[in-house]
């Protein structure tokens, strides 16, 4: 496959995992992942794939969370690929009628499974708080 097509293909499943968070559909975010895949995000310990489905549903829906991706780089090596992001998030906590605004650095590894990448580790930290 073309590296172009498959650097597209990633930028359709960052895409796909941003509106599923924004969404709150929670029961569709292990689908993003690898079996094994693990979510280390800033300030909380590090979940594994089935971890963050007994959580995520919970999370975004009682967050009114909205995330968007800028994907900064991506290469790919084989079946695994990198990908830098800046991404700009909204979150409101449950009883908050303020949104709390933050700007993080992404990064993930993506690996290929059966023909479709799926995360295989992600990490953010962030950046601004504003």
Do not use: C
Not at 45 to 57: F, M, R, V, Y
Request: glycine fraction near 4%; charged fraction near 20%.
């Amino acid at each position: 496959m073309k590296y172009q097509d498959q650097t597209q293909q990633l930028r359709q499943a960052i895409d796909g995992f941003a509106t599923t968070l924004n969404t709150a559909n929670g029961t569709l975010i292990q689908d993003f992942f690898t079996d094994d895949g693990k979510f280390m995000p800033q300030g909380f310990e590090t979940l594994s794939s089935q971890q963050l489905e007994a959580s995520a549903n919970s999370f975004v829906a009682a967050n009114a969370f909205h995330i968007a991706f800028e994907i900064q780089d991506i290469s790919i090596d084989d079946d695994f690929a990198t990908v830098i992001a800046k991404a700009t998030t909204s979150q409101r906590k449950p009883g908050s009628a303020a949104a709390i605004q933050k700007t993080s650095r992404d990064f993930f590894v993506y690996r290929k499974i059966d023909n479709a990448w799926k995360i295989h580790r992600y990490i953010f930290n962030n950046v601004i708080l504003h």
